[in-house]
């Protein structure tokens, strides 16, 4: 079974702290996906990874980075933590042309 | 980019029922992904399916990719079926397996 690993269940930050979120996942899959899901905006790709130190913007980059040093770790980095950052992450993995498999997610709220 | 609509928006049924939810999307794909939420808000993927038909249990799904759309079938439903039902879609190459998400199904079974 595809495992993917996030960090953090729950996670509360401050406004301008620099946050990690981190994601592992045990299959050697060459894609991976950061996601934030908010209620009636569904789900929108961050950034996404097809290689080890590749990465492509997604729809919602603006305000986030991330890092793939490893194959099996994708990180989202937010900069500098704004309220409006508050949402549910959700990292996933695949290969190519193959389902994608998602982590239990991370719920982020910046106070 | 690619737009994505899923109807109903919300369904709610009798333990037992059949139901049938659509997914119609406004350019030609090579990637259609269906994903069960459930209530904790871990993502499952159900069906990696770009054309064609597949069946898992009571669950099946068929994509007629010439004519832009999906459904998902689920037969006999049972309360572990609720929640929100989303359809991904994309077209995929070497580096670029980008998923565009309709707005979701939300399911609810009902004892």
């Known amino acids: 079974d595809v495992k993917v690993t996030q960090s953090s269940r729950y996670l509360v930050k401050r406004t301008g702290e620099k946050v990690f979120l981190e994601c592992v996942q045990d299959?050697?899959?060459?894609?991976m996906f950061w996601y934030r899901q908010d209620p009636g905006l569904g789900l929108r790709l961050i950034y996404f990874?097809?290689?080890?130190?590749?990465?492509e913007k997604g729809d919602i980059p603006e305000g986030y980075s991330v890092s793939r040093e490893k194959k099996e770790r994708f990180s989202l980095i937010l900069e500098s933590a704004s309220t409006n950052q508050t949402s549910m992450y959700l990292c996933?993995?695949?290969?190519?042309?193959?389902?994608?498999?998602f982590g239990d997610g991370t719920r982020l709220s910046i106070l | 980019g690619i737009q994505v609509e899923q109807s109903p928006p919300d369904l709610i049924l009798q333990e037992g029922a059949n139901s049938t939810l659509r997914c119609n999307f406004s350019d030609s794909v090579n990637n259609l992904q269906w994903f069960h939420q459930n209530p904790w808000g871990q993502l499952i993927n159900l069906f990696y399916?770009?054309?064609g038909t597949k069946q898992n249990g009571r669950l099946s799904a068929t994509t007629v990719a010439t004519e832009r759309y999906s459904l998902l079938y689920i037969s006999s439903s049972q309360t572990t079926d609720s929640g929100v039902y989303f359809c991904a879609v994309g077209r995929s190459n070497f580096g670029n397996e980008k998923l565009t998400f309709g707005t979701g199904t939300r399911l609810t079974i009902i004892p």
């Open positions: 990874s097809y290689d080890v130190k590749m990465k």
């Open positions: 299959m050697d899959h060459e894609n």
């Open positions: 399916i770009p054309s």
């Open positions: 996933a993995s695949s290969l190519s042309l193959s389902p994608q498999h």
